[in-house]
């Protein structure tokens, strides 16, 4: 409404005062603060928040949160390379849409690195994370896509940090379980 309102102003539609030019670009200037702000905190590929949101929400969210899951999308290096990238950002937008669709409104989702996602847990219980968990790897394996996931639930006194390092070393040992199960070890090709 303030941009409709600011566009009539300053192209003459409604009645002007020597103040309503200015109020005009004062409201279009916030908007553009506003939507470039947005922008920021979101990953241009996925639509998920992004690194720099996660470590402010982190810091803003990390008392309510009571699980964290730390993703990385299996053999995205190998559909780069033999497929194109192409393909690997649509692997990538398959990972978002799974996690948007199996998240709840309490959930928080981050794309914090090429093929890495993580999501904040807040106010969901052992029970609903774990079916949310499910939910999202059973919708990507239906696209026929294969993530490692580690899945830390909080314990009492224990910091967000700490949470993030156990989720993060529960995903790490999966993908070296995966890759040592796989024909192809990305960390070995060269």
Do not use: W
Request: net charge negative.
């Amino acid at each position: 409404i303030l941009l409709a309102a600011a566009i009539f102003d300053l192209i003459g539609l409604t009645r002007s005062t020597p103040l309503i030019p200015f109020a005009s670009l004062l409201c279009l200037a916030i908007f553009y603060f506003v939507l470039r702000v947005q922008e920021t905190a979101h990953d241009p590929l996925t639509g998920l928040y992004n690194r720099q949101a996660f470590f402010d929400d982190e810091k803003t969210l990390g008392p309510s949160v009571n699980a964290i899951a730390s993703i990385d999308l299996n053999g995205l290096k190998r559909t780069n390379d033999t497929l194109g990238h192409s393909a690997g950002d649509a692997a990538l937008k398959d990972v978002a849409d799974a996690i948007f669709a199996a998240k709840s409104k309490t959930c928080y989702a981050y794309r914090v690195g090429g093929d890495e996602f993580v999501i904040l847990f807040t106010k969901t219980t052992e029970e609903e994370t774990l079916s949310m968990v499910h939910a999202f790897k059973e919708t990507l394996a239906k696209k026929g896509h294969s993530v490692s996931l580690g899945l830390a639930f909080r314990s009492p006194g224990e910091s967000p940090a700490a949470l993030l390092k156990r989720s993060d070393e529960a995903m790490y040992a999966e993908k070296s379980a995966f890759y040592r199960d796989s024909p192809f070890d990305r960390r070995l090709e060269k």
